[in-house]
């Protein structure tokens, strides 16, 4: 029996999914495969494991897993179960990829859908498990549909040995025909349980005018708008980066002080929400009109219309509760307001997990709360008490090139499924208002949907994941079903013609052993090829350390970043030129220097070692603590690693790393030569300017466009003849990082 408190028992009994418990858990007893589908907040991720729990689906022996397809959702998640559940972490504990909390007593399992496939790799038949929960199923990530398609092959098997394992899909749309109706994935259409969930009506407010690209300038004026206009209501700000969310912190937290001690008195507070008082809430709720937040094929009455005319603040008020708070900006906004305190609060992925947690908790009395996130708040987490959402209509993106398997972030548009997703968050505990930045006409524009993953990850990924899998037992069917099911719906006829001979010759030939020994090591094939090619000269403690640096990724602070008044620009600037200055440190001197950014980062991770790694190294010089920490953890996975392929290797993490010699940097540059071979790029020649937009510019094989040394590179000022990239990352420009000098034959 589960003791919980008499806090935890009240919310629960408040969430829809508890009304449903016993039909959900007849379905699961009595179905193999399940699917689950319910609006955000209605209880899914932290409920069923309980369910589960409780009617005895947990014991040592076996545990209850759950994937999340994101790192914050897995780790917040498991802390909020265990909080219900009053067991501790060794009991409902969770795994992400470089750190966890998981015993010998854990019993109920948060992860991400990567560490599941990890998993999968070692234990085909996920001995340990007695049941599956797949999270979040609606977002497609691309090791989500694979572990779909993976556990519909061994939910079967599973049978067979008379060891059943349960699967249960749970997904916060209702649109799961994908998995329902692909009789190749599932023989027996698996029931669908829906969970009602309450949901207010939310009105939707679109911009008249697009912004060009300030859209996180205009979020700063709606929000001072919503904070100064309306009534009481946490507000939700959707954009699309950290460094965004940062800034935007910084400015409100300016405008609208927070102290400690300078909150409104309970005497005070109708200041503090100035609206209160004047607007009934009786009248509130049922003068807004209920829309459909699953169909737009009809924009809402009274919303969206850019012809109506809503610049006259007088007509704003009069027609009651329109709320029309105007597309345009105003100075004053930037005026600092203390006696309207907001209570701002970032969240994103790589956020320290208490400081996420801060959320969930009510703002301090006689404020206003205000978090700004990240498409983390789009459906993995639900903030109580949101009743505004000023979305920015944008969302930042990995993209892959198909044919130059080139990797770029870009800020998009959203769908229009993510975009009433976003709106969804104002209306759960009563009516709300999502403030678009966009006009209705650009709406109508967005994709439906947004593609899954996989039908736009390159292949070569996929295909090694499979082979380690020993998926050469499994038929094309099975694969199809595995990996690229819907890749068959999605893709052109002739794309997946391609993709299937591509598959089914890569299949056919048995793994080599440098592709066994690759598959072994967590990280990208490319990476993994180039530890396997480290032996010689002593070098694979460095490429272990490249290779971790380069996973992790982001190692550096960002000094861009658009600072709030002159003392932080100042700061930022000391700390800019102290990072440059140890940035010359780091890169070494004489032919060290051609290894590029990749000798840098070498050089960083090893003095952070040095000095024992903590907050303060650094803080001061420009790195970034939490990758530092990851940089470790994986540089120790990947030493084991290394180690248990060549016995004879006897790696060890030397905190006391000394810098690479003379011939191992040029190992190394081979090394990484080989590894990054396709990533290859030459200067233009004088004589090949054309064209301006061609200056100091380099030439891929892959691309037509020019692509950049960025200036934060210590290759900027040499721009050498031939160099290799990490990656493409699309700004202004295509500015390549991670970038090491190549020597011409
Ligand atoms: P779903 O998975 O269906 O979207 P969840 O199970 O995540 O729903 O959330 C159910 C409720 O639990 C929400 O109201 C949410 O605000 C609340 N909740 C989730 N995590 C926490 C937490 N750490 N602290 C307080 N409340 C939380
Ligand atoms: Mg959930």
Redesign the pocket.
Known sequence: PVDRSAEVQE?RLK?P?LAEEQVVMEAINENPIVIIC??????????VPQFLYEAGYASSSGAIGITEPRRVAAV??S??VA?EMNLSHRVVSYQIRYEGNVTDETQIKFMTDGVLLKEIQKDFLLSKYKVIII?EAHERSMYTDILIGLLSRIVPLRHKKGLPLKLII?S?TLRVEDFTDNTRLFSVKPPVIQVDARQFPVTVHFNKKTPLDDYSGECFRKVCKIHRMLPAGGILVFLTGQAEVHSLCRRLRKAFPYQKNNTCSAVQSAVCTPLNVVLSPLLFPQTLPKIDLSSYSVVPVDEGDEDRDGDSDADAAGSDLDLDLGDGDSEEDEKSDSSLPLFVLPLYSLLAPEKQ?KV?QAPPAGTRLCVVATNVAE?S????GIKYVVDCGKVKKRFYDRITGVSSFRVTWISQASANQRAGRAG?TEPGHCYRLYSSAVFMDFEKFSAPEITKRPVEDLILQMKALNIEKVSWEGLCAAAAFKVVALRSQKQTERLKQQLAAKLSCPISPLGRVMATFPVAPRYAKMLALSRQQDCLPYSITIVSAMTVRELFEEFDRPAVSEAEAAQLKGKRARFLQMQKVWAGQGPMQKLGDLMVMLGAVGACEYSGCTREFCEENGLRYKAMLEIRHLRGQLTTAVNSVCTDAGLYVDPKMQPPTEAQVTCLRQIVLAGLGDHLARRVQAEELLDDKWKNAYKTALLEDPVFIHPSSVLFKELPEFVVYQEIVETTKLYMKGVSAVEPE
């Open positions: 919310a969430l999914i319910g609006e955000t907040g209605s209880g899914k991720t932290t409920q917040s998640m802390q909020r909080k999270d749970m916060a947690a969930f459906t987490l639900t903030i109580p759960r």
